[in-house]
């Protein structure tokens, strides 16, 4: 019984395990961001692309 008791209030090791879920949560975080830019970025560069390619007709005419 007692070695169940010790072994309940070892709090060695806790902090690793803290650590890694905090990292855990920013890099899926960070993943959502950059799914959620990627749509937009991909729209910038669609938009700036077709421009470009507008002028370039504009210029050699």
Avoid: C, H
């Avoid at 902090?15 to 905090?22: A, K, N, Q």
């Avoid at 855990?24 to 975080?29: G, I, P, T």
């Amino acid at each position: 019984m007692t070695f169940l008791r010790n072994f309940w209030n070892d709090e060695q090791g806790q902090d690793l395990i803290e650590y890694t879920l905090l990292m855990a949560f920013v890099a899926l975080a960070s993943a959502a961001l950059f799914i959620g830019a990627g749509k937009s970025i991909s729209s910038i560069w669609t938009s700036t692309n077709s421009q470009l390619s507008s002028a370039a007709l504009s210029a050699s005419s």
